[in-house]
């Protein structure tokens, strides 16, 4: 029977369980000392086995790294939640059987609450636990083995060897008992042959027995050094395992992190040639406004007419001249401002239809503006909605663009009485 059972993860605190290991190992000898559940028969039940295993130690030692509590598979489950999870089925067994189940925490690790734990472990939050450090392994050591030397069966003892009695004597007094005749000492010759030969054969078998327990011994000896190489392999199989699936990821990252860091520099040098696009195309197409406003302004300017002193009859229509205001808000500095000047206004009738110009020329705020509107209309009528296009500047350097509606209005006659500003957009142009 093996008194200490050590329950343990590799991934975990593998190298200081078999630190460990080698310590009880050297304290209490092999036969006292299990690590490991190996040689499991095909076809037996696991979770017997660990039964069988667990109820033939008298206390469990329970390994926890800082990873005891939330390891998880493969799957990303956590094994502690696997009914079939070795660690658990082992801890279990022995809280199940009333075992002595000490937690032994490593890497700093510290003991789990029971809210953690599975029902069938919960009982492991309350049991004392002890912490080895690298730093003070012999004595933390020390103090484990002194906890456990109480649940460590005595080896087997020397037997003391049993005195004679010694021959019982004749009564003071008494006749010394008559002396036997020479077949009576014949008898006692051929008694302690048999007596001899008896023993020749015990010791006999003393000594089969010795031989075969000496080889049961090594049997068991090699067996578990063969469990030691077998478990040194499968750690290094999961080692190598581990190190492979890492290795895998990290080259998976790096191939990943490669195509988006391409993707991103694909779409940048995509968006700025848009921008770039973009940017020439509104630069254009404010250069051809520019140029169609200019335009329009030369050609108001050639056709406008001469203003006369007073309002009245001009040469082909009728036109009026009235002082005016202008109130508007400078986009490029969100200052509202007003400038007074004179309106010019103009119907005339055309061979088809209606001409109507106006005209504004005006100062103020330290602002210049001039505005300009030309339309013709199919037919004569009491008001006239004219599009008109405005430009603003200051000695600051301020400029910005008008564009809007101003409506013209006349009498029967089709002379203009006034005109007044539906609607201004205002655009920076600094």
């Known amino acids: 029977m093996r008194a200490i059972f050590i329950s343990y993860r590799r991934d975990d605190s593998e190298g200081q369980t078999g630190r460990l290991f080698k310590d009880l190992v050297a304290q209490f000898g092999k036969d006292s000392v299990f690590m490991?559940?190996?040689?499991?028969?095909?076809?037996?039940?696991?979770?017997?086995?660990?039964?069988?295993?667990?109820?033939s130690c008298g206390v469990l030692l329970a390994m926890m790294g800082r990873h005891w509590v939330d390891a998880t598979d493969e799957a990303g489950h956590r094994r502690l939640d696997d009914p079939s999870d070795f660690v658990r089925l082992e801890t279990a067994t022995a809280l199940k059987r009333d075992i002595p189940v000490i937690p032994v925490l490593v890497h700093g690790a510290s003991m789990p609450r029971a809210d953690q734990l599975p029902p069938d472990l919960s009982e492991l939050a309350y049991r004392n636990g002890v912490e080895l450090t690298h730093a003070r392994w012999d004595s933390d050591v020390e103090v484990l083995i002194k906890a456990l030397r109480p649940y460590v069966d005595a080896g087997p003892g020397v037997a003391a060897a049993t005195p004679v009695p010694p021959a019982p004597q004749p009564p003071a007094g008494a006749q010394a008992a008559p002396k036997k005749p020479f077949s009576?000492?014949?008898?006692?010759?051929?008694?302690?042959?048999?007596?001899?030969?008896?023993?020749?054969?015990?010791?006999?078998?003393?000594?089969?027995?010795?031989?075969?327990?000496?080889?049961?011994?090594?049997?068991?000896?090699?067996?578990?050094?063969?469990?030691?190489?077998?478990?040194?392999?499968?750690?290094?199989?999961?080692?190598?395992r581990q190190e492979a699936e890492a290795a895998k990821d990290e080259a998976e990252r790096l191939a990943r992190d490669r195509i988006a860091a391409e993707k991103a520099a694909r779409a940048k040098a995509e968006l700025d040639a848009a921008r770039a696009e973009a940017d020439k195309a509104k630069r254009d197409a404010e250069a051809a406004r520019e140029a169609a406003r200019m335009a329009q302004a030369e050609r108001d300017k050639a056709e406008r007419p001469p203003v006369p002193a007073t309002g009245g009859e001009a040469a082909a229509g009728k036109t009026a001249k009235y002082r005016g205001k202008f109130t508007a808000v400078d986009p490029c500095t969100g200052r509202t401002v007003t400038v007074t000047g004179t309106t010019f206004v103009e119907i005339r009738p055309l061979a088809s239809g209606v001409g109507v110009m106006m005209q504004f020329d005006g100062a103020g705020d330290g602002y210049t503006v001039s505005y300009r509107g030309r339309k013709r209309f199919d037919q004569p009528a009491a008001s006239y909605d004219l599009a008109i296009l405005g430009r603003w500047s200051?000695?600051?350097?301020?400029?910005?663009?008008?564009?809007?509606?101003d409506r013209v209005s006349s009498d029967p006659g089709g002379r203009p009485t006034g005109d007044?500003?539906?609607?201004?957009?205002?655009?920076?142009?600094?």
């Open 36 to 55: 490991d559940v190996v040689g499991i028969e095909p076809g037996r039940d696991f979770r017997r086995v660990i039964d069988e295993q667990v109820a």
């Open 420 to 430: 007044r500003v539906q609607r201004l957009d205002n655009t920076c142009k600094r």
């Open 184 to 240: 009576a000492g014949l008898g006692a010759a051929l008694v302690a042959l048999v007596v001899v030969i008896g023993g020749y054969v015990v010791y006999d078998g003393s000594v089969t027995r010795s031989a075969q327990e000496a080889e049961a011994q090594r049997d068991r000896e090699m067996s578990q050094k063969a469990a030691a190489e077998v478990a040194a392999a499968r750690a290094e199989a999961d080692r190598a």
């Open 394 to 405: 200051s000695e600051g350097g301020s400029q910005f663009v008008s564009e809007g509606v």
